[in-house]
């Protein structure tokens, strides 16, 4: 089960799964860098949305191949914010790779090692990426998940947050890195994950923070196993009260225009939870809005690793 966990952090992304959503800038992008034209790259990305930037972000940052081209980047341009978050969005990648997805009591003190000192290289890249241009809410999004790492305390994680908040209040990753970093497999609890769903998203909330909601549905379903509570794992889609909120929350949901590329990760959510209740017809509805669009979690939790085998499991 850990192997799979930490497949998220590692940034490949398993058979077809693309972690940017398909999002039809990236090839352009991607070439930028690989050419080394990184002024165009560098003024491209000032100029977009925030939710472009987060799949950006996902599908350039966290690609392991693309890591030797970041760090040719940031080593020219010493003085160029986004070189410098790239960078520790890639390096974050490389930690987790480094660190392997064995037992924590399995893993050998020179790989623990490695992933310390990839982490501590990520923090230094994305406090620089700060200090050069702190108005990108990417920045401090991707800094929880190295606090995560690094085991740093929830006040300077939720600081990070505060600040993203601050810049996006809808920032969907950063809302996203913090109920993580919450979450009982990782730096919190059960009722510390469940409170910060809680407080960020009611019915007058951008309705893209409704995927906190479901999040926190999904990690405490897991959670039981985890935690070798097999009878509550078992039980506890069947609960009618599970089952209710999650139409509650469904028939609520409305798409916003705002973070518009990030609608996505909703219909995922959403798809596996009516699948996990047997509510296929529902699944399918919602498994149609994210064709080819396939998020590596929660789907990775009951082995669906490609947008082909999603489609074929849910019967789209």
């Known amino acids: 089960m850990l192997g799979k966990l930490l497949k998220a952090f590692i940034g490949k992304a398993p058979s077809d799964i693309d972690l940017s959503l398909g999002y039809e800038r990236l090839p352009e992008f991607r ?24 799949l950006l972000n996902e599908g350039i940052g966290l690609e392991e191949s693309n890591a030797t081209d970041i760090t040719k980047w940031v080593t020219q341009r010493h003085d160029s914010y986004a070189a410098h978050l790239f960078a520790g969005v890639s390096k974050t990648c490389l930690a987790w790779i480094a660190r392997t997805a064995a037992l924590g009591k399995s893993v050998s003190e020179e790989k623990a090692q490695r992933f310390f000192d990839l982490l501590e290289d990520a923090f230094a890249h994305l406090q620089r990426a700060d200090e050069l241009n702190p108005d990108d809410a990417e920045i401090c999004a991707r800094m929880i998940r190295v606090c995560m790492g690094l085991q740093t305390d929830t006040d300077t994680a939720n600081s990070y947050f505060e600040a993203a908040k601050q810049l996006v209040p809808n920032h969907l990753m ?16 059960l009722e510390e994950m469940q409170a910060f769903a809680d407080s960020m998203y009611d019915d007058k909330s951008n309705s893209l923070l409704v995927t906190l909601q479901l999040f926190a549905l999904v990690e405490e379903w897991l959670y039981y196993g985890l935690n070798d509570e097999p009878k509550k794992k078992e039980q506890f889609f069947k609960n009618a009260d599970i089952r209710s909120r999650i139409k509650e929350l469904h028939a609520g949901y409305r798409e916003e225009a705002e973070g518009q590329l990030l609608i996505p990760y909703v219909y995922n959510y959403f798809a596996f939870l009516f699948h996990m209740t047997g509510e296929q017809e529902l699944a399918r509805q919602a498994a149609r809005k994210i064709t080819g669009k396939m998020i590596v979690y929660p789907w990775a939790y009951i082995s669906i690793d490609s947008n082909k085998e999603l489609q074929q499991t849910l019967k789209v």
């Open 31 to 54: 070439n930028w860098l690989q050419q080394g034209n990184y002024a165009a790259f560098e003024s491209a990305y000032e100029d977009l949305p925030w939710d472009a930037k987060t």
């Open 174 to 189: 950063a809302h996203l890195m913090m109920i993580n970093f919450l979450n009982p497999k990782w730096r919190g609890s």
